[in-house]
């Protein structure tokens, strides 16, 4: 492992503070200076992630203590560091916003463990001197937390920023890097999960290049990047390995897992997607949207993503809808998350319209205002299923906005997971499952849940068997009738 592995945290008071702005900006401005940046995200978030792979040019990973141990965490870190000359970690929430009073999982816990300087953007808004009693808390809640600097985020003018500078610096002793002035418009449009996924934003180059214009030209780019090199070694790291490629026995060549990835969706971790690499897999993308047909494959992942903002493209691809249904039928097997699961219903319900959907599952989901379930999801699995052990306890996370209507339990369906923390599907149960299709509200990282991958890749070899046991035996009937 490298001795030195710059790195900075960017973190808030709040969430909407200025969080991503920052980061991309910093990102962008830095990357056009030659600097290589491997980003990353505290917290289950695929949208800012979105955003911040797309400065970088390169995977955003997913940096979360609830869903990952510790042990998982250093590893990633510093195994996805690889050729990068700075790491910047967008933070989530407030910086001591965890699970508990004690702040448990929160990004303050995850600097603590990372051993990584913060850098604390503040909403100036309406605030002048107070401004310092806050920076002044944070600073005095846990000396442990290294905060190396402020940057002031809707700053009304130069008075303003003045008097909270002088303000931070004279009582608090950290530097003030940065004042961002007050924008007249937002760079980066939002909706109800937060940020418009950067897939369906119609100028992503431009917003990435004004967020990285306004930092250039507010903060102080150079000491930013100055204090990350001041970070001390990683302590703890090693012992995980990450990219040694495990072969799968029995597989006469690579299995073919298919991944849905267009605008529909796109919420996948890029920990996942290289986990099924690693364990030998090819993965073929897929467009639910334009492909007519499924292609031939062994196995199938369809994550979550908007499949409401598509409905209607989703719903006009007919003869991609019945060639999923076919595969499954003829027991393909499909991992869905989320957007996915209700893509294997019959309908998507939006203000009283019917789209019709895959119909592989009996299942219906209409689109609420509100949130119908948001955070943190803990399962034990206690129905068979074609992906894990009974008793296998599982971390994820769950968001949206969509809930099951007219369910009724039948013969052929059964549930595999029983929630021992969030909402599930129907009753606190989670994970349907019909022939070898299991469809979730429960979105998992790999790096958590090492049953996932290896599940995936099980089914997907025993379809492969399956597949390759139904040929031979039609060969040999073939050749009996000849005779």
């Not at 849940?449 to 073939?478: C, D, F, I, Q």
């Given at each position: ?123 100036c808004t309406k605030v002048t001197r107070t401004a310092g009693a806050l920076v002044y808390g944070v600073r005095q809640f846990d000396k442990k937390v290294a905060l190396r600097g402020v940057v002031l985020n809707q700053v009304a003018g130069k008075r303003h920023e003045t008097v909270i500078r002088e303000t931070i610096e004279k009582y608090c002793k950290i530097p003030v890097l940065g004042a961002i002035p007050r924008l007249r418009r937002d760079l980066l449009s939002e909706r109800h999960m937060g940020l418009t996924p950067f897939q369906e934003h ?282």
């Amino acid at each position: 492992m490298r001795s030195t592995l710059p790195r900075i945290i960017i973190a808030g008071l709040k969430g909407g503070s200025g969080k991503t702005t920052l980061s991309l900006g910093l990102i962008a401005a830095l990357s056009g200076k030659g600097v290589r940046i491997v980003p990353f995200k505290k917290g289950p978030d695929y949208i800012d992630a979105g955003w911040l792979s797309s400065a970088a040019g390169r995977p955003c990973y997913n940096l979360d203590p609830f869903l990952i141990g510790s042990r998982e965490i250093l590893a990633s870190f510093s195994g996805h560091f690889r050729d990068a000359d700075l790491a910047v970690i967008e933070g989530n929430r407030g910086i001591y916003d965890g699970m508990d009073a004690e702040g448990t999982y929160s990004t303050a816990e995850l600097a603590k463990m990372l051993s990584c300087p913060v850098i604390l953007i503040m909403d100036c808004t309406k605030v002048t001197r107070t401004a310092g009693a806050l920076v002044y808390g944070v600073r005095q809640f846990d000396k442990k937390v290294a905060l190396r600097g402020v940057v002031l985020n809707q700053v009304a003018g130069k008075r303003h920023e003045t008097v909270i500078r002088e303000t931070i610096e004279k009582y608090c002793k950290i530097p003030v890097l940065g004042a961002i002035p007050r924008l007249r418009r937002d760079l980066l449009s939002e909706r109800h999960m937060g940020l418009t996924p950067f897939q369906e934003h119609g100028g992503v180059a431009d917003a990435i290049a004004a967020a990285a214009g306004i930092v250039a030209d507010n903060v102080d780019v150079g000491r930013i990047y100055q204090i990350a090199k001041e970070a001390g070694p990683l302590k703890g790291a090693g012992g995980l390995s990450i990219g040694d490629v495990i072969p799968v026995r029995g597989a006469s060549a690579p299995l073919a897992i298919g991944v849905i990835r267009d605008s529909a969706f796109q919420f996948y971790y890029p920990e996942n997607l290289e986990e099924l690499q690693r364990r030998g897999a090819d993965l073929v993308e897929i467009s639910a949207l334009t492909e007519p047909n499924l292609p031939e494959i062994d196995a199938l992942y369809i994550g979550g993503g908007f499949p409401e903002t598509n409905a209607i493209g989703l719903a006009a691809n007919g003869s991609f809808r019945r060639s999923l249904k076919r595969a499954v039928d003829g027991g393909l097997p499909v991992y869905a998350e989320c957007g996915g699961l209700m893509y294997l219903g019959r309908t998507l319900i939006l203000e009283e319209k019917k789209y019709p959907m895959t119909g592989i599952l009996p299942l219906d989901f209409r689109l609420s205002k509100k949130p119908r379930a948001h955070g943190y999801t803990v399962v034990k699995v206690t129905g068979r299923n074609p992906f894990y052990a009974k008793g296998t306890v599982l971390k994820g996370h769950e968001f949206h906005y969509s809930e099951v209507t007219g369910f009724r339990e039948q013969q052929d369906l059964r549930f595999a997971f029983s929630m021992q923390r969030g909402e599930g599907i129907a009753e606190k149960k989670d994970g349907i499952c019909y022939k070898n299709v299991l469809a979730t509200y429960t979105h998992l990282h790999a790096y958590g849940s090492p049953a996932w991958a290896g599940g995936m890749v099980n089914a997907a070899l025993s379809y492969r068997k399956e597949k390759e046991k139904r040929v031979t035996t039609g060969r040999s009937h073939t050749a009996a009738r000849r005779k």
